[in-house]
Nanobody, 115 residues
Framework: QVQLAESGGGLVQAGGSLRLACAAS????????MAWYRQAPGKQRELVAA???????KYADSRPGRFTISRDNAKNTVYLQMNSLKPEDTAVYYC?????????WGQGTQVTVSS
């Protein structure tokens, strides 16, 4: 079993920055890719960025440059640095972990960007 705990969400003005963190606990050996997804009201959950255990990254096409995913394997934590935030970035952000092909999810953290 893997437990994921997100933190760092909140209310920020457009143009501001936030850094999300997701700490993994439990059976962490065997976690491969970790990722951030987001879900806005009335929309489907979508990938924001992903990072493998070796550090390879993948970003959704529409978000290159503003968002940066990173991972600290020693702390079992993945981060999402979000800069130049826009109101359309408002969503619940979820952490995801791939553990031997099985998906685990955090409870989500709300990010609200005001105009």
């Amino acid at each position: 079993q893997v437990q994921l705990a997100e933190s760092g969400g909140g209310l920020v003005q457009a143009g501001g920055s936030l850094r999300l963190a997701c700490a993994a606990s439990g059976s962490i050996v065997g976690i491969n890719t970790m990722a951030w997804y987001r879900q806005a009201p009335g929309k489907q959950r979508e990938l924001v960025a992903a990072i493998s255990s070796g550090g390879s990254t993948k970003y959704a096409d529409s978000r290159p440059g503003r968002f940066t995913i990173s991972r600290d394997n020693a702390k079992n934590t993945v981060y999402l640095q979000m800069n130049s935030l826009k109101p359309e970035d408002t969503a619940v952000y979820y952490c995801n972990a791939d553990y031997y092909g099985r998906d685990y999810w955090g409870q989500g953290t709300q990010v609200t960007v005001s105009s």
